[in-house]
C-alpha cells in the first residue's frame, strides 16, 4: 500500500521559514518525480507549488515561491522536502505532496498558517 504523509506544519509569522517533510511508504521516491502543491483557504483547488525530477533531481517552483522554498530528496530515507524562508501570509495553505505522475496517493497535508 503506498502512502505519503506530510509533517512539518505550523503556525509562523511573517518572514519566518518552516521545513516540510513528506514520508514515502510503499514505493521508493527515488524511481519517481515528486511535486508539493498547497491549498489555500476558501480554494478548492490545490496551486502547484514545487517539483524535483526523478533521475536528474532538477528543480521547478511555481513563480510565486521561486527563490524562497527548496524541494529535496532524501532517498535513503524515502522522504521529500519542502524548506521555506521568508513565509508571507499569503503562502497561508494545506500542504500536499504527492508522485507527479497518476496515481498521486496524495497525502492528509500539513497545515502552515503565517501571521503577518
Known amino acids: 500500500q503506498v502512502q505519503l504523509v506530510e509533517s512539518g506544519g505550523g503556525v509562523v509569522q511573517a518572514g519566518g521559514s518552516l521545513r516540510l517533510t513528506c514520508e514515502a511508504s510503499?514505493?521508493?521516491?527515488?524511481?519517481?518525480?515528486m511535486d508539493w502543491f498547497r491549498r489555500k483557504p476558501g480554494n478548492q483547488a490545490r496551486e502547484w507549488v514545487a517539483q524535483i525530477m526523478k533521475s536528474s533531481n532538477v528543480t521547478h517552483y511555481a513563480g510565486s515561491v521561486k527563490g524562497r522554498f527548496t524541494i529535496s530528496r532524501d532517498d535513503a530515507k524515502n522522504t521529500v522536502y519542502l524548506q521555506m524562508n521568508n513565509l508571507q501570509p499569503d503562502d497561508t495553505a494545506v500542504y500536499y505532496c504527492?508522485?507527479?505522475?497518476?496515481?498521486?496517493?496524495w497525502g492528509q497535508g500539513t497545515q502552515v498558517p503565517v501571521s503577518s
Open positions: 504527492c508522485f507527479a505522475l497518476p496515481p498521486h496517493f
Open positions: 510503499g514505493r521508493s521516491v527515488s524511481d519517481y518525480s
